[in-house]
Every structure is written in structure tokens, then in C-alpha cells.
């Protein structure tokens, strides 16, 4: 019922930024009011990690530890999308970035079982 699509990976060299977009729309065209959405990426031959979370109404944020000080995730309430702005970027950052949803209010924000809507993920990769 939820389609959420990511843009805006690519290739960037080391130090460099970018800015990932998650747009969420429900296919009946009714508005999308998730409790909260965030990041996940995967990179070659590891597990799919958390990355950050943001609240819907609140706004409240949370990190993974290694993204802390160079991420910053955000959203726009009127066009139901969530942003994360990359700083600093080092190679090991380099993975596929998927966006995700949380219908409602979860008591654990950073577990992939705990969201609800994924999309197909938008590839970032860093360059020495």
C-alpha cells in the first residue's frame, strides 16, 4: 500500500557530501503520516545496519555510532519525505542505502524487523 523511493546516490570522492531523498506515498493517494522513518544500508559481504531514525511529529533523531557528527537525517512534513545529508564521507560508507517506515509507535527504533515499508535502495559509493 506504501511505496517509499529513494534518489539521489551516487559517486562522490572521499570528504565530499551527499543528500539522499525517501519519498512516501500510499497508493490511494491518501496522505502517508508514518511514526517514523529512517536509514539502513548494506555494504558487499556485510548485514543490513541501522543508520539514523527520525520521528514523524517530533522530530526526535537518533544515530549509529559511526555516522554520528557527519549525518543528518530530516523531513518534510508537507511532501511526506525524509532526507539524510552525508558529510566527511569515507569509503567505508560506501553501501546501498534504504529508506524505511514505521506505521506506528515501536519500542525499539534501530531493528530492521521493527519497520514496516522499505524501499529499493539507492547505491552511495566513495572514492579514495
Known amino acids: 500500500q506504501v511505496q517509499l523511493v529513494e534518489s539521489g546516490g551516487g559517486l562522490v570522492q572521499a570528504g565530499g557530501s551527499l543528500r539522499l531523498s525517501c519519498a512516501a506515498s500510499?497508493?490511494?493517494?491518501?496522505?502517508?503520516?508514518?511514526?517514523?522513518m529512517g536509514w539502513f544500508r548494506q555494504a558487499p559481504g556485510k548485514e543490513r545496519e541501522f543508520v539514523a531514525r527520525?520521528?514523524?511529529?517530533?522530530?526526535?533523531?537518533s544515530y549509529a555510532d559511526s555516522v554520528k557528527d557527519r549525518f543528518t537525517i530530516s523531513r518534510d512534513n508537507a511532501k511526506t519525505t525524509v532526507y539524510l545529508q552525508m558529510n566527511s564521507l569515507k569509503p567505508e560508507d560506501t553501501a546501498v542505502y534504504y529508506c524505511?517506515?514505521?506505521?506506528?509507535?515501536?519500542?525499539?527504533?534501530?531493528?530492521?524487523?521493527?519497520?514496516?515499508?522499505w524501499g529499493q535502495g539507492t547505491q552511495v559509493t566513495v572514492s579514495t
Open positions: 524505511a517506515a514505521q506505521r506506528t509507535y515501536r519500542t525499539y527504533s534501530r531493528s530492521r524487523s521493527e519497520y514496516d515499508y
Open positions: 500510499a497508493a490511494s493517494g491518501r496522505t502517508f503520516r508514518p511514526y517514523a
Open positions: 527520525i520521528t514523524w511529529s517530533s522530530e526526535s533523531t
